[in-house]
Nanobody, 121 residues
Framework: QLQASGGGSVQAGDSLRLSCAASGGRFSNTVGWFRQAPGKEREFVAWINWSGVSTYYADSVKGRFTISRDNAKNTMYLQMNSLRPEDTAVYYC?????????????????WGQGTQVTVSS
């Protein structure tokens, strides 16, 4: 079970850090973040592999967001800097059952409940 937290309402240019904690198990495979804005499809944001060595980002967040994980704490993070109004969405964490990365939501088997991020201009 995944539990996302850390969302909030901020101004453009501000930063937020999202957290996703796993209960009842361990983060042993690739995990990722997705987001869904009102009226839009869920889109990929970033993934990180089991060891934390490999990461991959959507072009829209590259250079501004950083995904990381602490396997000892069964937790992963998304540090979001230089936030923009277009980053406004519900952010979901997700986990795969394999160690390879993916940008497709259907490749992820477990999902958190989502946390709202609102960025005003």
């Amino acid at each position: 079970q995944l539990q996302a937290s850390g969302g909030g309402s901020v101004q453009a240019g501000d930063s937020l850090r999202l957290s996703c904690a796993a209960s009842g198990g361990r983060f042993s495979n690739t995990v990722g973040w997705f987001r869904q804005a009102p009226g839009k499809e869920r889109e990929f944001v970033a993934w990180i592999n089991w060891s934390g060595v490999s990461t991959y980002y959507a072009d829209s967040v590259k250079g501004r967001f950083t995904i990381s994980r602490d396997n000892a704490k069964n937790t992963m993070y998304l540090q979001m800097n230089s936030l923009r109004p277009e980053d406004t969405a519900v952010y979901y964490c997700a986990a795969r059952t394999v160690r390879s990365g993916s940008t497709f939501a259907y490749d992820y088997n477990s999902w958190g409940q989502g946390t709202q991020v609102t960025v005003s201009s």
